[in-house]
């Protein structure tokens, strides 16, 4: 029996490479990505949003199930506590220099879910605190978001094309990436391939 999923991400790499990967195809930003069954996936994508999703889903029905587990006992406060130490993680990794690999990424993008759903779960059960619950949670995304923008061409220093942007080789979605392979990884700074160079993980590519 075929594997449906496999089938349905393959299907959609040939047909809307797109819808799997809104990066630029260029080496420069293959760390934002992971690879699938021969396809590029988005990690925020693909990893933030059905871990979070799945998170606060389970979260939810746990509490449903048993009210009375001492995790529903704790604060409101609590769960922003919580919630703020797993998105730790990530931003310690986007301040770190060089890049972590792959599965560290994506490791740290579910621990970032996970501490999102946490902060957002006092919303559902919890009326008395929905606003003070949702201040906090836009609190968060608005800083990140912004920060997002502010940075987003910092991946194409050293390209040559990066005056190009958006006109570039790297914005043509057709499926085919430029990346490196899993020895080397492009210095934002340089723009040039050096072999892993970081403290605790070493540093890939957006290939595994």
Same mark, same amino acid.
């Given at each position: +029996?075929?594997?449906? $999923?496999?089938?349905?991400?393959?299907?959609?790499? !040939? %047909? !809307?490479?797109?819808?799997?990967?809104?990066?630029?195809?260029?080496?420069?930003?293959?760390?934002? #990505? /992971?690879?699938?069954?021969?396809?590029?996936?988005? +990690?925020?994508?693909?990893?933030?949003?059905?871990?979070?999703?799945?998170? $606060?889903?389970?979260?939810?029905? *746990? &509490? =449903?199930?048993?009210? @009375?587990?001492?995790?529903?006992?704790? *604060?409101?406060?609590? /769960?922003?506590?919580?919630?703020?130490?797993?998105?730790?993680?990530?931003?310690?990794?986007?301040?770190?220099?060089?890049?972590?690999?792959?599965?560290?990424? +994506?490791?740290?993008?579910?621990?970032? *879910?996970?501490? $999102?759903? $946490?902060?957002?779960?006092?919303?559902?059960? &919890?009326?008395?605190? &929905? =606003?003070?619950?949702?201040?906090?949670?836009?609190?968060? =995304?608005?800083?990140?978001?912004?920060?997002?923008?502010?940075?987003?061409? @910092?991946?194409?220093?050293?390209?040559?094309?990066?005056?190009?942007?958006?006109?570039?080789?790297? +914005? #043509?979605?057709?499926?085919?990436? !430029?990346? #490196?392979?899993?020895?080397?990884?492009?210095?934002? *700074? #340089?723009?040039? @391939?050096?072999? @892993? %160079?970081?403290?605790?993980?070493?540093?890939?590519?957006?290939? %595994?």
């Amino acid at each position: +029996m075929r594997n449906p $999923l496999r089938v349905a991400i393959q299907r959609i790499g !040939e %047909e !809307e490479p797109l819808l799997l990967s809104h990066h630029p195809t260029c080496r420069y930003y293959s760390h934002h #990505t /992971f690879e699938l069954y021969g396809q590029q996936l988005c +990690m925020g994508c693909f990893v933030v949003y059905p871990v979070g999703l799945l998170a $606060l889903s389970s979260l939810i029905v *746990a &509490r =449903l199930l048993a009210p @009375d587990a001492a995790l529903f006992e704790l *604060a409101t406060p609590a /769960f922003y506590g919580l919630g703020v130490a797993l998105i730790g993680p990530k931003v310690v990794e986007s301040l770190s220099p060089g890049r972590w690999r792959t599965r560290s990424r +994506m490791a740290v993008k579910a621990i970032l *879910a996970v501490g $999102l759903a $946490l902060l957002a779960f006092p919303f559902v059960f &919890r009326p008395a605190d &929905r =606003l003070v619950t949702a201040a906090v949670f836009v609190g968060f =995304l608005v800083p990140y978001v912004a920060y997002k923008g502010l940075t987003a061409l @910092d991946d194409c220093q050293g390209c040559p094309q990066r005056d190009d942007f958006p006109d570039c080789t790297g +914005m #043509t979605v057709d499926g085919t990436y !430029e990346y #490196t392979d899993e020895t080397t990884t492009v210095t934002p *700074a #340089t723009g040039t @391939d050096s072999t @892993d %160079e970081t403290t605790g993980d070493s540093p890939t590519d957006g290939r %595994e």
